[in-house]
Nanobody, 124 residues
Framework: QVQLVESGGGLVQAGGSLRLSCAAS????????MGWFRQAPGKEREFVVG????????YYADSVKGRFTISRDSAKKTGYLQMNSLKPEDTAVYYC?????????????????WGQGTQVTVSS
């Protein structure tokens, strides 16, 4: 059974940092690209960042470029999202996702597995 488990969310003041983790099990980690999405109340789920299976190709939403960094550790079967210079508009539930074959790194329907989400709240 495939599981993606996020952790590291919480409450932080504007300008602060958080690091989210996504621990994967039940899949061959190196066969999957990974992505992070977020959903704020009353809004649709949106793409945040993505990384290829090899870790070489990186994808960022314009709203987080220069502030967020995605990485992955194959030995630990874990993906990470480092979030710096957080803003109140970054407040959302953050989800990690795994994508097996091709598809569009920016497109939620192209991902095969999802975590349960972790809440990130940035106070002003």
């Amino acid at each position: 059974q495939v599981q993606l488990v996020e952790s590291g969310g919480g409450l932080v003041q504007a300008g602060g940092s958080l690091r989210l983790s996504c621990a994967a099990s039940g899949l061959t980690f190196n066969n999957y690209a990974m992505g992070w999405f977020r959903q704020a109340p009353g809004k649709e789920r949106e793409f945040v960042v993505g990384v290829s299976r090899s870790g070489v190709a990186l994808y960022y939403a314009d709203s987080v470029k220069g502030r967020f960094t995605i990485s992955r550790d194959s030995a630990k079967k874990t993906g990470y999202l480092q979030m710096n210079s957080l803003k109140p508009e970054d407040t959302a539930v953050y989800y990690c996702a795994a994508r097996f074959r091709g598809g569009d790194a920016y497109s939620a329907p192209d991902y095969d597995y999802w975590g349960q989400g972790t809440q990130v709240t940035v106070s002003s």
